[in-house]
């Protein structure tokens, strides 16, 4: 099908606009997903290190609202506020392994929920985006973050079940609150 100049010129327009709205609402959801961040408490039976914020849920709300790429860019946008800032004592590994966290869990249940945007599209990509978190944060931390921070390689095995077991109880707690808040909040992202 042949398109008239005026409509190639028309549907770019539109694209950029897309586009441009897009990385406003990205933007917008990796500063309050930064912000969130400072929301952070202990949860019990976890020692002090480990401390949950809700800074995933605007990640999620993006990832399911605008599709996983813009979900990761929000992840993205929330990492580099956070490196900035100097709030996390950990620098760039701490800031590392948040983003690798953010990301294995927002891309997991986006992609889930891009081919299935009902109510059990919603829960199976929340809870594959769950299992993502726990399986990619445990090898990374085997192989990356536990030594890196030093840990002796005995202790590593411990340290991995508590870890994992952690991210459970994190993912399940922000796949709750998304699902509470995203028929909410949504309809102000998708619109234009």
């Not at 042949?2 to 770019?12: C, F, K, S």
């Not at 990640?59 to 956070?82: N, R, S």
């Not at 944060?137 to 590593?156: D, E, K, R, T």
Request: aromatic content about 10%; overall charge positive; some cysteine.
């Amino acid at each position: 099908m042949n398109e008239t100049p005026a409509a190639a010129e028309d549907r770019l327009r539109a694209h950029r606009t897309w586009r441009a709205g897009t990385l406003v609402k990205v933007g917008m959801l990796g500063a309050v997903a930064f912000a969130l961040m400072y929301a952070e408490f202990n949860l019990p039976f976890f020692p002090a290190f480990l401390q949950y914020d809700p800074g995933d849920v605007p990640t999620l709300i993006g990832g399911f609202a605008l599709g996983p790429a813009a979900g990761a860019a929000v992840a993205l946008v929330k990492g580099v506020l956070f490196l900035l800032s100097g709030k996390d004592e950990a620098g760039l590994l701490g800031t590392s392994a948040n983003l690798a966290c953010s990301l294995a869990f927002v891309l997991a249940a986006a992609a889930v929920y891009a081919r299935e945007r009902t109510r059990r599209g919603a829960v199976i990509g929340l809870v594959a985006g769950t299992v993502s978190m726990v399986a990619v944060m445990s090898l990374l931390n085997y192989y990356v973050f536990l030594p890196a921070y030093g840990l002796p390689p005995a202790a590593i095995p411990a340290a991995l079940r508590l870890t994992a077991l952690f991210n459970l109880v994190k993912g399940t707690l922000n796949s709750l609150l998304t699902f509470l808040i995203y028929k909410k909040v949504s309809p102000l992202l998708r619109s234009r």
